[in-house]
């Protein structure tokens, strides 16, 4: 009985945490599902966004300004990996390594120490694990993330119907043809690459508020959650509509069943240290699973359709 009122008691801050997470996701579904490039900046730009956004606020800025500049910030890293990328040839997987590395240096100068903390109490923050229960409506911070979530794939939505929201779906559907369209894919790409950046620098200004800190390691892993998120919220939700606001949702309810897993096993007493290398696991089997099913389960058809032919 203990067990599970200590589960029930943890819930609301693992689905606050998974919906703020849940942005970082969609960030990351823009490059991964959409552009087709694997982009490993988002370990060091979530990080980008929380320590810009925690600097500005007890600097006295606004929260609407430290939120916008966040983005900003987060856009500008995707814009330096992109650059990497398109301009200078490197592979994208090696652009954002590389984005990633001179990341943490930025992140040291911009928080001035290796952490910074930010007190809730003290600032009118947006969300903070504080306000996730027993708090007014409109200061929930499940309600805030959701929102927030629910903004996000709205305007995403809408943008991807423009002309250059298609412009850069084709690019990540197939690079030659859409070249061969007139699209300029370096744009397209770099682009895509900034927008996903400026999500996942949003997702470390909500992360920052909510723990009530800033930290230059806070993004280490992001990759591995993000996928993880993407990859449990097509399995669970994916075949209830193919509808490309859905998948952005799935991408941010991913995230909530993560967080909600791993608070279950903090409780169960279970090693916490071990959920990154199950999340590893997790990731790996899903993305292995469609190369298995094409290279040996098509192959074991085939060969029985020709003995039968035989």
Not at 43 to 50: E, I, N, P, Y
Not at 66 to 87: D, K
Not at 146 to 175: K, P
Request: overall charge positive; aromatic content about 8%.
């Amino acid at each position: 009985m203990d067990l599970i009122t200590s589960i029930l008691n943890s819930l609301p801050g693992a689905v606050a945490q998974g919906l703020i997470w849940g942005i970082m996701a969609i960030g990351l579904y823009i490059t991964f599902k959409i552009l087709n490039v694997s982009d490993l900046t988002v370990d060091g730009s979530l990080c980008t966004g929380g320590a810009v956004c925690v600097v500005m606020l007890t600097s006295g800025y606004g929260m609407v300004e430290s939120l916008i500049c966040s983005v900003l910030a987060g856009m500008l890293c995707g814009l330096a990996t992109g650059i990497f990328h398109t301009v200078m040839g490197i592979p994208a997987i090696l652009a954002g390594i590389l984005t990633q590395l001179a990341l943490y240096s930025v992140n040291l100068k911009i928080l001035g120490k290796a952490n910074q903390a930010i007190n809730a109490s003290k600032y009118d923050l947006l969300v903070t694990i504080r306000n996730v229960k027993n708090v007014p409506l409109f200061e929930n911070s499940i309600l805030i993330s959701a929102i927030a979530v629910l903004l996000i794939v709205v305007l995403l939505y809408w943008f991807f119907g423009t002309s250059l929201g298609c412009s850069l779906r084709a690019t990540g559907s197939n690079l030659n043809m859409s070249r061969a369209q007139g699209i300029n894919t370096k744009i397209t790409t770099v682009l895509g690459l900034m927008v996903s950046n400026g999500l996942v620098a949003l997702s470390g200004a909500f992360l920052a508020q909510f723990n009530g800190y800033a930290d230059v390691s806070m993004g280490r892993g992001a990759i591995v959650t993000g996928l993880a998120a993407i990859i449990i919220g097509g399995a669970v939700f994916g075949k209830i509509s193919s509808n490309f606001g859905f998948r952005l949702i799935t991408a941010a309810l991913g995230g909530v069943i993560y967080w909600i897993v791993y608070q279950v096993i903090i409780c169960i007493g279970l090693d916490a240290d071990l959920l990154k290398l199950l999340s590893a696991l997790v990731v790996a089997v899903f993305l292995a699973v469609p190369y298995l099913k094409s290279e040996y389960f098509s192959k074991s058809k085939v060969r029985k359709a020709g003995a039968h032919n035989a």
